[in-house]
């Protein structure tokens, strides 16, 4: 059961396993990102959920067609902001009438019209650091091991090709059904990944 | 051969220096709304002036404040206005093309404003202790030798010079922005956002000055003790404020009754929803930052303004503030779904109306009633008469021209513009 919530979220990150057969996966080209746009469409409307696209731009719209709801990266940053301030107020009033208290021009030891900064400053750069932090955890970043960098043609990926992955641990997954689905989306290359889990030799 | 648009006879170039090229805008973008649009402001302006006249009669002290109150609501509309069509050019907004029209007709309010300034002018004694002469002569008993050592700066003459100056600036940068912007919906010279581009450079630096002092002028220099260098942004944050929200309610009231349709989308809403809390923020931000450096520095000038604001009934007006212009809209406008809720952004438009006339309120009513917290009848009547004949004579200029700038570049990005 705990693989299974393992495999899930890191799923949601599009890190996916490879089959016993270390097939990873398929991979696709299309001609342009308005076709690889309708491809995932379609591949969502098909079922399939572990599967990503890649361009070497960001695509509008795309987060609707493949079907991904809104980030919760948001609770996140909440969870962030709330600690960052609790953490400034209590330190403020710590630090101010517990541990070191100075009198200074008879202001209160500790008084919340000057810690406001502190308690803002504090809520700004913990909320910031959960959301980037988030962010990245959420992408399953940083990412250096992807069984895709086998294929010679994803280089291009960069550069000027748009492409669509299926993974060979979706429960849709056939290999060569799936694959002559692609070709019916208008996909060229449809190439199997199989993940060797070592270096390129080349 | 370039078509032009002609100037309006002089009569009417005080409410639109443009002849009308409603006849020559596109169907999707024709003002359709019958003259309701702008009798039924006109009314309840009128109402309210003459309400606030009986005020002047009876009451003249409390009508001069009163009438401040309100005439610095509408100007800071204008200038909230005057901000936002300079920044979008700057910037080549692409987004905001379908909203530009409305603050581009609010931008010809100077002329207006100045002529509604005069009240003021003429009230200066009742508004401005440091106008008094008694206090500038040390052999009199009432003599203050801190505002005498101002009176390089504020005195009369030169008071009534910054602001004429401060009017020419606005209404000579205004002019070119909306008549250029008027002219492009029937001309295809190219050229012309470019030139607006430069007036729009000039117009951010000159109006940014103008404004900071504007503030200080006519509502700081009401405690003439008191002083505060962050108070000209204070003034900016009000306005950049308000000026969404008006936007928002004017695209909106456009769209209920039939104009607009398909062109201000929920997309347009909800970044006018972003700014709208940002700046709400932001007002938080600068009144904060001024309440705590004072409550820092401790000095009897400065922290004597929160001292009358704090005491005597104030105090409920002061938390009201807090909460009502800051704690409420940030709560309730944090959330994207609450700015695509188009009702509640409505509401909350509304409701940040009511709040930025009383900030103004909040800072020059304890001046008239330091003893006694007191919000008058003919604030009210002062305020809903202003703005009434300002938004009267706004949507005037709106029914004359197109509501879109049918032939802006961009308008077509705006058109397809998603907020994903």
Known sequence: MLNSLARDVKASMSIYDAGDDQVYGLLAEFANPGELLHAAEAVHEAGFRHFDTHSPFPIHGMDKAMGLGNSIVGWITLVGGITGLSLATLMQWWMGAVDYPISISGKPFFAVEPSIPIMFELTVLLASLATAGGMFALN?????????????????VTDDAFFLHIAASDEKFDQSATASMLQELGASNVETIHDHGEEDKD | MSETVKRSNPLVWLIDPMESTAGQADPAYRFSWSKAAWLLPLAIGVVGLVVSAIGWATDSHQFYFSYLIGWTFCLSIALGAYFFVVIQHLTKARWSVVIRRIPEALIWSFPLLAVLSIPIILGMHDLYHWTHGDLLDPASPTYDALIASKVPYLNTPFFLARLAFYFIVWTFISHKL???????DVDPDASIPQTLRKYSAAGLVLGAICTAFAGMDILMSLDPHWFSTIFGIYFFAGSFMIIMAVMALTGMTLQRFGMLQGVIKVDHYQDLGKFLF????????IAFSQYMLIWYGNIPEETLFYRYRMENGWGTYSAILLAGHFIIPFVVLIGRWAKRLLPLLAFMCVWMLVMHWFDYFWVAAPVLHN????MSLYDIAAWLGLFGVFTAAFMYRLSRHPLVPQRDPRLHKSLTFTNS
């Not at chain 1, 399953?140 to 291009?156: A, E, H, V």
């Not at chain 2, 003893?371 to 007191?374: E, G, I, L, P, T």
Request: proline share 8%; no cysteine.
């Open chain 1, 140 to 156: 399953g970043l940083p990412r250096p091991y992807n069984p895709l960098f086998y294929s010679k043609n994803f280089l291009r």
């Open chain 2, 178 to 184: 909306y008549a250029l912007s008027v002219r492009q």
């Open chain 2, 278 to 285: 940002g700046f709400t923020v932001f007002w938080a931000y």
């Open chain 2, 371 to 374: 003893y006694k917290a007191a």
